[in-house]
């Protein structure tokens, strides 16, 4: 076991375990022991479409969907889309695509809080009848002023007393477009004194002209939030509506809603759970629409991105990121996560999973010199060391081969056992081979090893049972494909990136993305669909990428073998 393997062992579980408990199931199996709903369970998975999701959506969509899942209940996936603004419907169709691959299924239940926009205004008007919102006519710098501060109580609009009659037709004029932009606001009648600034008479409505992705120009008033959450939960009959701390201190508010608009289908409850932060990695969804808009990265699927999309390009699998999600469980506090344990989960995965092949990313060539001119020999190779099901394949063997450039050394250093002149090493299920004389070309740079294999070594044991300390991987030239290969690393060198005002772009790590290309495969994997994934032997784990075509292979790699942070070199500030 590597490093990592053994620094996160101790809190690994077996998956096939019974899920284990946390905060949130506990109150969920206590509310349902209690008859809380009638035993009922519901939640949701409510994003935003205003960007692709990322692995901190993957904790919440496995939170959401996983709770639902173990007691017996049901998830709905809503769209939060209130803001007309940011959202868009490619959003809304990356979000599907990437809830689904995770492995989710919301059946029938797609819901968007814009198809609530008529039943949430009749919420607006029963609040208005009942005295407990009033429509404000102070600017947003005035209303800013009124609020008060941590330490001052906020004082009481001049518009808080307004008429009934007076708040129903100034609202009908807001809907109705008939007042401008910002002119009034609808505010919910609660308390300016309040120690929660959110109690402060909050905005539940304002007007703004803006073209909304699914209802158009239909309407030029928004709900907030704040006002529109609760309430979808509660049309939705929500039971447990799971939200990230920075929520809160906003809970009083969604209790008020809940508890003053009338006729409602249930009473959901808020409970608030510790978002992801992971090491090295930025999960804002503003700061990664930054670095696609500002072209950083070459889109929301770049391998680099800590997006669901980007994550799957790279060649994560949906098993792996519910692995991931099971182990870092839930808590009430914020902490942050090593991006190694993702990386950790990922290559656990792949290590059960992926077949083996054998690619050279920095090809040096080999002749074998008293192999015969022209001679094809195959050996037959197990795609799994451990596993008999996923077969063996046929791997073609020829005079002219190539090895990984790192392999060789001229004048070797006492540890190092690959390749050197006059050593003898093994090339992986083929033969024993050593290397009688070192080619170089003008400028002093090796360019070719000329030597001789061991025809009795034949499957590369020596039938004299003589020690070879190294087993080098290799392909043949003659049947060789070209491909490119993308070597992707953690995007940012800061553990915590922008942490105490510093700025994330300028902590982009430059090494991120490495584009070789020259590369040689093996014949089997030239034509891989893209997203099947191989561990390219001794080398790491990759993905066959969506640039492949059968005249270009393309692979990205997924992860190293063994997590190599801690050694390299880091750039220099
Ligand atoms: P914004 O910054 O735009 O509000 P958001 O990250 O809150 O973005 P939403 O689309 O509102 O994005 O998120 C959908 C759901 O995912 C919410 O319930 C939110 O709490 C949850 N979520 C978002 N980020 C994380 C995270 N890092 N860890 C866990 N859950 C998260
Ligand atoms: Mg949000």
Known sequence: MDEVALFYNHYMTDPAEAPRLDFIRDIVAADQAAGTNRGRVATRFPPEPNGYLHIGHAKSIC?????????GGVCNLRFDDTNPVTEDTEYVDSIQEDVRWLGFDWQDRLFYASDYFERLYACAIQLLRDGKAYVDSLSADDIREYRGTLREPGRDSPFRDRAVAENLDLFAKMRAGEV????????AKIDMASPNINMRDPVLYRVRRAHHHRTGDAWCLYPMYDYAHPLSDAFEAITHSLCTLEFEEHRPLYDWLIANVTDLPARPRQIEFARLNLTYTVMSKRKLNQLVTEKH??????????TISGLRRRGFTPEAIRRFCDEIGVAKRENQIDVGLLEFCVREDLNARAPRAMAVLRPLKVVLENYPEGQVET???ANHPSDASMGTRQVPFGRELFIERDDFL???????????PG?????????????????KNNDGDVVELRCTYDPPTRGGDAPDGRKVKATLHWVSAAHAADAEVRLYDRLFTEETPGASQTDFLSQINPRALEVLTGCKLEPSLADAAAGARYQFERLGYFCADRDSSAARPVYNRTVTLRDSWGTKQRMPA
């Open 63 to 71: 939170l959401n969907f996983g709770v639902a899942d173990d007691f």
């Open 180 to 187: 401008p932009d910002g002119a009034h606001v609808l505010r």
């Open 297 to 306: 990265v070459h889109g929301w699927d770049d391998p680099r991105m800590p």
């Open 379 to 381: 050996f037959e190779v």
């Open 410 to 420: 001229e004048d070797p250093p006492k540890k190092f056992f690959r390749m050197a």
């Open 423 to 439: 050593r003898e090493v093994r090339l992986r299920g083929a033969y024993l081979i050593t290397c009688r004389e070192v080619i």
